[in-house]
């Protein structure tokens, strides 16, 4: 599978005391959906508009559909669709019409505003006004405008922003049914990991403009398995201790629980059958992952006080 998008040395300054991305590296495989994570302030933004090509580019390389971006601006801009902070509408007009007037600057065909209407779950609000509608409603209209020249890539930045529980698994649902039924590759920023990883496939985590991992979510998940650890609750802790450091080394005693690293099946049913053996009473054994807000602050090496991701 080629990149939709890939960029090598992405340096960007507000000025020259401050530089925002320190040699930004990004592999968007085509067809992803690509999770592009941090914190706020972490440079997400930055790098989206540069990929736009709404900050001019100060240096590195940027190559999307397999082309540099300077050189082929104009046809590269036409493939994609985006949604960057709040989706530019009308409020004085329905979506349909909010929809004829994109489609008169898109240039395309006049069936795309009933597609993407429908693609977006917004077919049925008739002849309400875009200032009556929901923010959710609003960021699905904002999505509908940036489908309707039918892109082969989609940009959007944090657009569950301000959308209650509810709201944030209908777009999650949407944003899939999109890259599925489309094909369309989706970059989506956010400092919601917790919702990010039940979308994504691809996942780059950005923290102080430096990239901090980039991988498919299953790498991730393996990084998040390393850290996962195991916890006995018995009847004789100290006892029980003991077999555990004998059995596999490393274990501690906390809150009165056997913590060991993470075991496999085989060497949790030998210890078990070891604390059976003992007359050691087992009342649970059970697995703990850390989740990948936690992982995300042992890559960033920040304190929960300073990371806004929770």
């Known amino acids: ?40 302030g972490a440079g997400k933004t930055t790098t989206l508009r540069l990929l736009l090509g709404l900050l001019r580019q100060q240096s590195g390389d940027i190559h999307i559909f397999g082309q540099p971006f300077e050189p082929n601006r104009q046809s590269i801009l036409g493939r ?19 929809l004829m007037i994109w ?35 609003k960021q699905r209209l904002g999505i509908a405008v940036a489908l309707l020249h039918a892109p082969r890539l989609l940009i959007l ?13 209908e777009m999650r649902e949407l944003l899939r049914q999109i890259n ?30 430096k990239m901090q991992f980039e991988g498919p979510l299953d790498e991730l998940m393996r990084v ?22 004998q059995t596999c080394g490393e274990a501690r005693l906390i809150n009165g629980k056997i913590n060991l690293p993470h075991q496999d099946k085989t060497t949790i049913a030998a210890l078990n059958h070891q604390f059976v053996m003992a007359d050691i009473p087992v009342y649970q054994i059970t697995g ?15 304190t ?7």
């Open 157 to 169: 930045d944090e657009p569950t922003n301000g959308l209650d529980p509810g709201g944030i698994v």
């Open 1 to 40: 599978m080629g990149h939709c998008i890939h960029t090598t040395g992405l340096n960007y300054f507000f000025s020259k005391k401050e530089q925002v991305l320190h040699d930004i590296h990004l592999h968007v495989p085509e067809g992803s959906i690509y999770g592009f994570l941090g914190p706020n």
């Open 288 to 302: 703990k992952e850390d989740d990948l807000e936690s992982i995300f602050m042992q890559m960033t090496a920040t």
């Open 224 to 245: 998040r398995r390393s850290h996962s650890s195991l916890v006995i609750e018995t009847g004789a802790p100290d006892k029980a201790l003991a077999l555990a450091q």
């Open 304 to 310: 929960p006080t300073q990371n806004p991701l929770l």
């Open 180 to 209: 599925q039924e489309s094909g369309i590759t989706i970059v989506i920023s956010s400092h919601l990991l917790s919702e990010i990883e039940k979308l994504v496939t691809d996942v780059g985590i950005i923290h102080r403009g």
């Open 80 to 98: 994609i669709g985006s949604l960057i902070e709040s989706p530019s509408l009308y409020s004085h007009l329905t979506a349909r019409e909010n």
């Open 103 to 137: 489609q008169k600057v898109y240039q395309c065909p006049k069936n795309r505003i009933e597609a993407v209407l429908r693609l977006t779950g917004i077919a049925d609000t008739g002849e309400k006004k875009t200032g009556q509608f929901s923010l959710g409603m």
